[in-house]
C-alpha cells in the first residue's frame, strides 16, 4: 500500500464496529470456549477447554475487503459535507512512551503506531505508508509474524478486534473477535506461528490463546485483577507461557487431558524481595525465568520462587533503573533498560547461579556492554531476520528510533539514531503566517521546526528546561514570518528568530548550513511558574504572557521587548485571546483553569510610568467566574419532555372522544377515563465540587464569549457575558450562562481546543478522545446559529491522545493537530487533485536572514531556573536601593551625633576651666530633664521586652542546665584524682564514683520489705485456692412463683403444674446428690497427708542412710532455700552494687589519702628547699651547689561545691587546657577528660 492509496484510509473515529465484513466466506462458527476459572489460594488458575471445535476450515487464500473494514468518518446525515474533507498528509511524531511500539517487517520498513494510524516507514527513504483502524477506536498493540509474512493489529474501542495482514500486500487476513471487552495490551506469537496470545487491559485482563488460522478461541481466562503488560510463550517449552505486569509475574502451562486442553497459572511470589513492576522477561530452555525489576536488579525465577537475585560486583545494580527488555542470543543473554544501556551476559552463569550466604544476592559482572547516550531510555528492541545479522532496532523512550550493531567486536559500528521526535505531550505548537512552517515544543527541551509542505524536519534547538507554550509572531510583528515565540516551565520567554543559513555571508570555519536555523534573539524571565499561554495584541504593539503563577505579563513590541507590568488573576492562566479589529476596545480576554474569565483592557504604553513594581494598578477589568447550569438544563429538558408525552396522551383521549361522537355512541369509561401516572422526582440541581475545569473560549461579540467546559458539564458551549455589578470578590462570584448550545455526543467528551479557518468559515474542535471535528458555518456567525452538522474523525489515541492545539495553514490549505501521546499529525483540505498541484512547491518558504545576522554576538540566555523573575529583580532592587538610603541616613545622622557629641566635650572642658563660682553644675547643662527621663523609661521598657521574648528560651536553658547539673554533677560523689610517681611514670587514678541512684534504693527497700520471695508466692497460691473452692459453690436459686401470673384454666393448668412438679423433683434430686459428694469430698484425705509408718521409714534411712540425690534424677527437687526466683537474683544484684561501692569509695579513699600524704612530703621538701637556699646565701659563692629539683604540684582545679562558673573563669580554663595540651611534658601531662573540674593530677 504507497502513500497515495493510504489517502483512502481516512477513517473515522466515532463509527460502529459493526462495518467489519467478511469477504468470500461466511463467519466460522465458534463453540464455547472455556470453562469457569477456579482460583485457589496458591494462587493456582486452571480451566478446561474443548479440544475439538466443530468448526468450518478456513480457506487458506481468503481475505478480507479492506475498504469494507476500515473505519470512515462520523458525517452529520443529510448534510453536504464531503467524506474527504480532511485527507492525512503526513505524520511527524512518535508515540514513544507507548509499550512495545516498533515492529521490523523486512529489512528496510519499520511499523509502528499512531493514534488511530499504523505507519510504515522506510528506513532508507523515511517515505511513510499509513494503515488506519478498523474500529474507529485506536490500537492496542502490534506484533510481527516470526516469518514476518504477517504483522498482527490489536485494536481499541468496545469487543475490538485482532486483525492479521498479510504483509507485504497489507491485506486482511484473519479476523479475531471477542477476546477482551475494551482494548488489547499485548499479542505474541509462539515459535512457529501457529499460535497467538493476546491479553486485554482493564476492565477484564483476559488472557486468550487463539488459534487464529482458523480463527477460533482455544482457551481463555482473567491473566490478573491489575494491569498486564506482556505475554509470551516460551521458545523451548511449547505449553509455557508467561504473563507479567503491575506488581506480578505469573507462569502458566498447557496441557492435554481426557477433559480438553487445560490451563494452569501459578503466581510467582517474591518472598523476602520487594514487590516490583514487572516489565521484561525471558524464559530459559530449562524452565526457569529471568525477570527485571525497579531498581534494575535481575530475578532468577524457579518453580514460583525467586532462586536468587542477581546483581554486580559491590552491590551495584545490573542497570540503573528498569530493566525492560531480555533476549537470548546465541549463548548470551542481552538486556536494554531505561538507563540507555546494552549488556550482554553470560548465559550458562545465570541459569546456574545461586546464592551461598542469606542475603540472596549473585554477584555477575556483564560480557560486553554498549551505552547509547545520556539521555536514551531505551525500552523495546527487534532484531534484524537476516541470518547471521547482529543489527537491532531500538525504541528510546526519550522521542528515538536507534540502529545498534551488537556484534561486540572490533569492527562494531557506533550507535546510530535514525530518526528523532518529540518526547511526551506536545506542549505548543503554532503556525507561520507566511509559509508552510510549523514550530512545536515539549518538555524534552527541544524546539522543532517542521516544513509539513516537504514532510520533513528543518532544524531542532535545545534548552535547559522543557518548553510549555508557543505561538508564531504575527506579520504587523515580523513581517518575514521568522519569529516564535517560547515560553518555558521554570517561566522564562525566549525570542527565536528563524532564518534560512544559506543567505549568509561565507563565515570562516563554517560550511556545514542546514535548511533553516534558530537564532536567541531576547529571553527574559517575567513568570516564577510555567508559561502556559502566549499572544499577541491585534496591532502587534504588546505581547501577553499567561503562567501558573495566576500572573498576565504585557511587553511592549519592537527590536527590543520591554516589560510594561502585570496583573494577577483569580487562577491559573489556561488561555489568552485579544480582541479582534471589529471590536472598538482593546482589550484581552483571560482564560483561567478555575473557571474565571477576566477582561482587561490593553495598557497604555505611555502612560505606563517606573514605580517600585511593575504590578499595575487601575486597569480597567471585568471578571465572570463560570456557575454550572447543566442540571438546570437537563431538569428543563426532562419537564418539557413530560409535557410533551402530556399532551400527546391528551390529544390521543380527544381523538378517542370524537370518533366516539362521530359513531353517534356514548363513549366508554376507558375512554372517558383519564390516565393518571405517578411522575418521578425531577431531576436534583447539583453543582460539582470542586468545579470544573475550562478547556477554552473564544470571544463572541463586546462583552460577550463562548466557553468549553470540562468535568461535569461538558456536552455544552456555553455563552456568557459580563455582569454590571463588578463590585464582587472574583473568589465569590458565581455568574450563569446567559445561553447554551448543545453538542452532539460530547458528554464524555468534551472539546478540548477550537480554532477557526483565516475566513471563520470552519470551525475546527480537537476532542478528548483524540477525535477531530469540523463544523462548516455561516459568514459571520458569531453566535453559531449554523452549528448543526459536523465531519468527525479519529485521530490520536482514544484514551490519552487528547487533542492539544488545532492550526490552519496561512493559506487554509492545511490542519495541523497535536495530541498529548506525542503524534503530530498534518492533513490537507484540498482535494487530491489540488493538493497534487499545492504540492508542485517542493517545500516552503524560509525566512532570508537580516541583514547584519551574522555579525551580531550571540543574545544573553537565561540558563539558571533558579533566575529571578522580571517582578523580583525588580522588588529585590528595589529593596538594596532602599537599605541603601537606609545606610546612609544612618551614616549621616550618626556622624552628626558624634560632631554634637564632640561639642559637647568641648563645652564640658571649657567649663571645667573656668572658675569654680563661675562654673555650670552638670544638671544646668541638661536641656530638659525629662528627654533623659524618657529615653531611660524607653531603655527600660525595651529591656523588659527583650526579656519577655527570651523568657521562655531562658527557661529553656535554665532547665537544661538543671538536668545536665543533676545528671553530671549533683550525681557524682568522687571525681577522677591522678597521682603521679616522683621518679617514675607510674600513677595512679580514683574511681569517678557516681552516687547509688534513686532507683537503686528503691529496690532495696522493696527487697527488704518483701523478705523471702517463698512467702509471698505461697500467699499469692493461698487466695488462688480461696477464690477456687469459692467459685465451686455458685448453685441456681430455687425458682419463685408469680403471683401474679395469668391464671390457666382446664388442662393447660395441670400440664404446667405437672411440669413445674416435676421440675421440683429433679431440682431435690439435684441438691441431694451435691450433698452427698461433699460428704465424699469431706472424707477424702488430704493430698500432703502420709501414712505415719511410713514418716517414720524414710526418717530412719535419712538419720541412718541419708539423702543422696543427685540433681539429673527425675525425682529430684530443689530444696526451698536453694530456689531461685527474679526477687532473690535482684536482691543479690542489689547486694552486689552495693558493695561494689563500697570497694570503690575504699579504694578512692585510700588514693585521697596517699595524695595527702604526698602534698605534705612537697610542702615540707619545699620548706627544706628554702631553708637550703637560705643557707647558701650566707656560704660564699665557691661553696655554693646547686639544688637538687624539687617535684611540684600542677594548681589544682576547683573544688567540688562551686557550680558557679564566670566568663572569666572559662576564659582561664581554656587558656591553662590549650597550655596543658601542648605541653604533654613528664609528671605534669594532662590526661583528657569529659567535663571540666573532673580530673585533678599531683
Not at 528506513?123 to 474500529?135: D, H, I, N
Not at 494452569?264 to 516489565?279: C, M, V
Not at 393518571?676 to 473560549?697: A, K, N, Q, T, W
Amino acid at each position: 500500500m504507497d502513500s497515495s492509496e493510504n489517502q483512502k484510509d481516512s477513517p473515522g473515529a466515532e463509527d460502529d464496529p459493526s462495518k467489519e465484513k467478511q469477504a468470500n466466506v461466511s463467519e466460522a462458527e465458534i463453540s464455547d470456549e472455556t470453562e469457569d476459572v477456579q482460583q485457589g489460594e496458591n494462587g493456582l488458575v486452571e480451566e478446561e477447554g474443548k479440544e475439538s471445535f466443530s468448526v468450518k476450515k478456513l480457506p487458506e487464500d481468503m481475505f478480507y475487503n479492506y475498504e469494507e473494514l476500515y473505519s470512515r468518518p462520523v458525517i452529520t446525515a443529510d448534510s453536504d459535507i464531503p467524506e474527504n474533507l480532511l485527507h492525512l498528509s503526513h505524520s511527524f511524531g512518535y508515540d514513544c512512551e507507548r509499550r512495545a511500539n516498533l515492529q521490523l517487517l523486512d529489512e528496510r520498513t519499520l511499523a509502528f503506531v499512531a493514534g488511530n494510524l499504523l505507519i510504515f516507514l522506510d528506513v532508507r527513504t523515511k517515505e511513510q505508508r499509513y494503515l488506519r483502524s478498523c474500529s474507529g477506536g485506536g490500537i492496542g498493540t502490534i506484533m510481527a509474524h516470526p516469518s514476518k509474512r504477517y504483522l498482527t493489529v490489536a485494536e481499541k474501542g468496545y469487543q475490538p478486534n485482532i486483525i492479521i495482514y498479510e504483509y507485504p500486500s497489507l491485506r486482511p487476513y484473519r479476523i479475531l473477535r471477542g477476546g477482551t471487552g475494551q482494548a488489547y495490551s499485548f499479542v505474541d506469537f509462539n515459535r512457529d506461528g501457529t499460535l497467538l496470545a493476546s491479553v486485554g487491559s482493564a476492565p477484564d485482563y483476559m488472557l486468550t490463546l487463539w488459534n487464529w488460522r482458523e480463527e477460533q478461541v482455544m482457551l481463555r481466562c482473567k491473566a490478573f485483577s491489575q494491569d498486564v503488560y506482556r505475554v509470551t510463550f516460551s521458545p523451548d517449552n511449547p505449553g509455557q507461557l508467561t504473563t507479567s505486569g503491575s506488581g506480578h509475574i505469573k507462569f502458566w502451562k498447557m496441557a492435554s487431558t481426557f477433559t480438553g486442553l487445560k490451563l494452569q497459572g501459578f503466581l510467582g511470589r517474591f518472598g523476602k524481595t520487594a514487590l516490583t513492576d514487572i516489565e521484561g522477561y525471558v524464559e530459559l530452555p530449562d524452565g526457569k525465568v529471568v525477570s527485571g525489576s525497579a531498581w534494575g536488579n535481575m530475578l532468577l525465577w524457579d518453580g514460583g520462587l525467586i532462586k536468587v537475585e542477581m546483581c554486580r560486583k559491590g552491590g551495584r545494580t545490573c542497570h540503573a533503573g528498569t530493566i525492560q527488555q531480555f533476549s537470548l542470543d546465541e549463548g548470551e543473554l542481552i538486556t536494554i533498560g531505561t538507563d540507555g544501556a546494552v549488556r550482554g551476559w553470560d548465559f550458562e552463569s545465570i541459569d546456574t547461579a545461586d546464592c551461598s550466604d542469606d542475603s540472596g544476592l549473585f554477584e555477575i559482572e556483564p560480557m560486553n556492554e554498549m551505552v547509547i547516550g545520556r539521555n536514551v531510555c531505551l525500552s523495546s528492541m527487534v532484531k534484524s531476520s537476516l541470518p547471521d545479522s547482529f543489527i537491532w532496532f531500538a525504541q528510546d523512550s526519550n522521542g528515538g528510533i536507534w540502529k545498534l550493531d551488537l556484534s561486540f567486536s572490533n569492527i562494531t559500528q557506533e550507535p546510530e539514531c535514525l530518526f528523532s521526535f518529540h518526547a511526551g505531550v506536545i506542549q505548543g505548537m503554532d503556525v507561520s503566517t507566511t509559509s508552510h512552517l510549523m514550530a512545536t515544543t515539549t518538555l524534552d527541551r527541544s524546539v522543532r521546526i517542521f516544513d509539513f509542505l516537504a514532510k520533513k524536519e528543518l532544524t531542532t534547538s535545545r534548552y535547559k528546561q522543557g518548553g510549555t507554550t508557543l505561538t508564531w509572531a504575527p506579520r504587523l510583528v515580523n513581517p518575514s514570518g521568522g519569529l516564535v515565540v517560547v515560553g518555558f516551565e521554570d517561566g522564562v520567554v525566549r525570542l527565536l528568530e528563524l532564518y534560512n543559513p544559506q543567505g549568509l555571508h561565507v563565515v570562516a570555519g563554517r560550511s556545514d548550513y542546514g535548511d533553516a536555523e534558530l537564532r536567541l534573539k531576547q529571553a527574559f524571565k517575567p513568570h516564577n511558574a510555567p508559561v502556559t499561554a502566549i499572544a499577541y495584541e491585534r496591532n502587534g504593539e504588546i505581547l501577553a504572557t499567561g503562567s501558573v503563577d495566576c500572573t498576565v505579563f504585557f511587553f511592549s513590541v519592537g527590536d527590543k521587548y520591554h516589560p510594561v507590568g502585570f496583573v494577577t488573576v483569580p487562577g491559573p492562566v489556561q488561555g489568552l485571546e485579544w480582541s479582534p479589529q471589529s471590536h472598538d476596545a482593546n482589550t484581552l480576554l483571560i482564560l483561567c483553569v478555575s473557571g474565571h474569565v477576566v477582561e482587561v483592557q490593553a495598557p497604555d504604553l505611555e502612560a505606563q510610568k517606573p514605580g517600585t513594581t511593575y504590578q499595575i494598578s487601575g486597569l480597567p477589568t471585568r471578571c465572570f467566574h463560570f456557575h454550572s447550569i447543566k442540571s438546570r438544563i437537563q431538569r428543563e429538558q426532562e419537564i418539557a419532555r413530560r409535557q410533551a408525552v402530556k399532551e400527546k396522551k391528551m390529544k390521543e383521549r380527544e381523538a378517542r372522544l370524537k370518533r366516539a361522537k362521530e359513531q353517534e355512541r356514548d363513549p366508554t369509561e376507558e375512554e372517558l377515563q383519564e390516565e393518571e401516572e405517578e411522575e418521578e422526582e425531577l431531576p436534583p440541581i447539583y453543582i460539582p465540587d470542586p468545579p470544573s475545569p475550562l478547556h477554552c473560549g473564544f470571544y463572541s461579540e463586546p462583552g460577550a464569549f463562548w466557553l468549553s467546559m470540562g468535568g461535569y458539564d461538558s456536552g455544552y458551549l456555553y455563552h456568557c457575558r459580563f455582569s454590571e455589578q463588578q463590585d464582587e470578590d472574583p473568589a465569590e462570584r458565581q455568574d450563569a450562562p446567559s445561553s447554551f448550545l448543545a453538542v452532539h455526543n460530547t458528554d464524555q467528551d468534551p472539546i478540548r481546543t477550537i480554532t477557526f479557518s483565516s475566513s471563520r468559515s470552519l470551525m475546527l474542535c480537537g476532542m478528548h478522545s483524540g477525535r477531530v471535528r469540523a463544523y462548516p458555518l455561516q459568514p459571520s456567525d458569531a453566535h453559531l446559529t449554523s452549528m448543526h452538522a459536523f465531519w468527525a474523525l479519529g485521530v490520536h489515541d482514544n484514551q490519552y491522545g487528547h487533542v492539544r492545539q488545532l492550526r490552519c495553514s496561512y493559506d487554509d490549505q492545511f490542519v495541523l493537530t497535536t495530541g498529548e501521546d506525542g503524534n503530530i499529525f498534518s492533513f490537507s483540505l484540498l482535494p487530491q487533485e489540488e493538493l497534487l498541484t499545492a504540492l508542485q512547491r517542493s517545500r516552503a518558504r524560509v525566512p532570508s536572514p537580516r541583514v547584519g545576522i551574522e555579525m551580531e554576538g550571540v543574545a544573553q540566555d537565561i540558563e539558571d531556573p533558579a533566575a529571578y523573575s522580571i517582578e523580583t529583580a525588580k522588588q529585590k532592587l528595589e529593596m538594596e536601593r532602599m537599605r541603601r538610603e537606609a545606610e546612609l541616613r544612618k551614616v549621616e545622622r550618626r556622624k552628626k551625633l558624634t560632631e554634637l557629641q564632640n561639642q559637647f566635650r568641648l563645652v564640658l572642658l571649657e567649663n571645667q576651666t573656668l572658675p569654680p563660682h563661675v562654673q555650670l553644675h552638670r544638671t544646668e547643662l541638661e536641656l530638659d530633664r525629662r528627654f533623659r527621663e524618657e529615653t531611660e523609661r524607653l531603655t527600660a521598657q525595651r529591656v523588659r521586652e527583650v526579656r519577655r521574648e527570651l523568657a521562655w528560651e531562658v527557661e529553656r536553658h535554665r532547665l537544661g542546665l538543671n538536668k545536665l547539673q543533676e545528671r553530671f554533677w549533683d550525681s557524682l560523689e568522687s571525681e577522677t584524682v591522678t597521682v603521679v610517681a616522683f621518679q617514675s611514670d607510674h600513677r595512679i587514678s580514683t574511681y569517678r564514683l557516681l552516687a547509688l541512684s534513686e532507683r537503686f534504693h528503691q529496690v532495696k527497700e522493696r527487697s527488704r520489705a518483701g523478705g523471702g520471695g517463698g512467702a509471698a508466692a505461697q500467699e499469692r497460691k493461698r487466695k488462688a485456692e480461696v477464690g477456687k473452692d469459692s467459685s465451686k459453690d455458685t448453685g441456681l436459686p430455687p425458682r419463685g412463683v408469680h403471683p401474679g401470673g395469668s391464671k390457666l384454666a382446664g388442662r393447660q393448668a395441670e400440664k404446667l403444674r405437672k411440669a413445674a412438679e416435676k421440675a421440683e423433683r429433679a431440682r431435690a434430686k439435684i441438691q441431694s446428690r451435691r450433698r452427698e459428694w461433699a460428704q465424699l469430698y469431706d472424707a477424702k484425705p488430704n493430698e500432703d497427708c502420709e501414712d505415719p509408718e511410713d514418716v517414720r521409714a524414710v526418717r530412719w534411712a535419712t538419720e541412718n542412710m541419708g539423702d543422696f540425690k543427685l540433681k539429673t534424677a527425675k525425682d529430684f527437687t530443689v530444696p526451698e532455700h536453694l530456689r531461685m526466683n527474679a526477687e532473690k537474683k535482684r536482691a543479690q544484684l542489689v547486694i552486689l552494687e552495693e558493695e561494689i561501692h563500697a570497694k570503690k569509695a575504699q579504694m578512692n579513699a585510700r588514693i585521697m589519702a596517699l595524695r595527702d600524704a604526698k602534698v605534705r612530703l612537697v610542702s615540707r621538701l619545699r620548706s627544706q628547699g628554702r631553708r637550703i637556699r637560705a643557707v647558701q646565701e650566707r656560704l660564699a659563692p665557691a661553696l655554693h651547689r646547686r639544688p637538687a629539683p624539687l617535684p611540684s604540684l600542677l594548681p589544682r582545679r576547683r573544688r567540688r561545691g562551686s557550680s558557679a562558673t564566670t566568663s572569666s573563669t572559662l576564659q582561664r580554663y581554656g587558656a591553662l587546657r590549650a597550655q596543658r595540651w601542648g605541653a604533654r611534658a613528664g609528671d605534669h601531662q594532662v590526661t583528657p577528660v569529659a567535663r571540666q573540674g573532673s580530673l585533678s593530677e599531683f
